[in-house]
């Protein structure tokens, strides 16, 4: 890939760089497919806003240890502490937000944040955070409940539905992981991107070790299609978990856990 069409900056990355997010998929393959994925997954939780008597999807998160949630911090900053987050089908409402201290409003860099919620379902499955620096070319699982479309429309409708497309990882740096939009023999069998809803959400793998978590929704970059948004070989990229890990354990782990508690 070629690194220049990601250099986007100033007024125009604000303009053509995106960071609200939907599943967007292939448009030869049927949406139940996508739908049929995200049923085997169950370590989401989905933050809505009332807008006209209707929930609207404001972004995603995963569980990634007992009720803490990882999600992106420009969907962080949008939350409050006692908003409703849709956990396993039931309500419940923020108790704490820590959003990373270097990020800035409307600028990408350090895009990562954690919820805390009340508790966590039993039957939820809590994704592990990725420490490798090894993951280029693994394959990925998004999931979301944002608007959905496909690689030739763009966005095309939205129906609070959980979908969940694959991707491969295209390349890193010590932030980002970053994701092309293939289309036809380059592209995976469930093929897919996050869309405006999926912010926040997570980049899964899976080994023999069990469910981790490797990135979280943050931008898409509309540059390599002349700034059409949610089409074929637009870029995502996902705030790189390995790089954050420690941030994230420093603010996850109970006090008990700590060599020194506030009293």
């Given at each position: ?17 995106s960071s609200l997010k939907a599943m967007v998929i ?31 999807v404001q972004g995603t998160g995963t569980i990634i ?65 990725y420490d490798k620096s090894d993951e280029v070319s ?126």
């Amino acid at each position: 890939m070629n690194n220049k069409i990601l250099k986007v900056t100033g007024l125009c990355c604000l303009l053509c760089c995106s960071s609200l997010k939907a599943m967007v998929i292939r448009h030869d393959v049927n949406d139940s497919e996508y739908i049929n994925l995200a049923s085997h997954f169950n370590s989401t939780v989905t933050f809505t806003m009332l807008h006209n008597t209707k929930d609207v999807v404001q972004g995603t998160g995963t569980i990634i240890r007992n009720n803490w949630v990882l999600t992106a911090a420009h969907v962080a900053n949008i939350l409050k502490v006692g908003d409703d987050v849709h956990v396993d089908s039931k309500i419940q409402t923020i108790q704490k937000i820590i959003i990373h201290p270097k990020w800035q409003d409307r600028k990408f860099p350090f895009d990562i944040a954690l919820v805390k919620i009340e508790m966590t379902p039993e039957r939820m499955v809590i994704a592990n955070l990725y420490d490798k620096s090894d993951e280029v070319s693994q394959i990925a699982t998004f999931l979301g409940r944002g608007d959905f479309g496909n690689g030739l429309k763009g966005i095309i409708n939205s129906d609070g539905l959980l979908r969940a497309a694959q991707n491969v990882v295209e390349e890193v740096d010590p932030q980002w992981i970053r994701f092309k939009f293939d289309q036809g023999d380059k592209a995976l069998a469930l093929e897919g991107i996050s869309g405006p809803g999926d912010s926040g959400g997570p980049a899964l793998i899976s080994n023999d070790k069990g469910l981790f978590i490797i990135g979280v929704s943050s931008w898409q970059d509309a540059a390599p299609t002349n700034w059409l948004e949610a089409r074929y070989n637009v870029i995502e990229n996902y705030s790189r978990v390995s790089y954050f890990i420690d941030w994230i354990r420093e603010n996850t782990v109970d006090c008990a856990q700590k060599k020194e508690c506030a009293k």
